[in-house]
Nanobody
Framework: QVQLVESGGGSVQAGGSLRLSCEAS????????LGWFRQVPGQEREGIAS???????YYSDSVLGRFTISRDSAKTAVYLQMSDLKPEDTAMYYC?????????????????????WGQGTQVTVSS
């Protein structure tokens, strides 16, 4: 199956921006629902953004208005543009691919709907 590799994480001050990338290896994302998740050690993984095969997006309340998920035209990469970052955004961020049936609904942010995950990239936001 398609391999996913995240990049773009780092350290930033509150109010700053970062752009995360998830590159596809061995195929494209054209047939998949794509999602971004984040996790703090000891806490449950949180779905924050998703995009379906037709471009339908869904965001968690915690990032709505601040984060934007997108795909490139070749369908080989998915991005997460993060703006107005807050210390509570600090986490390991993962991209994932799954079936497209739940695009545009809150269920598209459920980790159980994805079976293909990247290795993660760390985002740290300081106050």
């Amino acid at each position: 199956q398609v391999q996913l590799v995240e990049s773009g994480g780092g350290s930033v001050q509150a109010g700053g921006s970062l752009r995360l990338s998830c590159e596809a290896s061995g195929g494209t994302f054209s047939r998949y629902l794509l999602g971004w998740f984040r996790q703090v050690p000891g806490q449950e993984r949180e779905g924050i953004a998703s995009i379906g095969t037709e471009g339908r997006r869904y965001y968690s309340d915690s990032v709505l208005g601040r984060f934007t998920i997108s795909r490139d035209s070749a369908k080989t990469a998915v991005y997460l543009q993060m703006s107005d970052l807050k210390p509570e955004d600090t986490a390991m961020y993962y991209c994932a691919a799954g079936l497209a049936r739940l695009a545009g609904s809150r269920w598209s942010l459920s980790s159980s709907e994805y079976n293909n995950w990247g290795q993660g990239t760390q985002v740290t936001v300081s106050s």
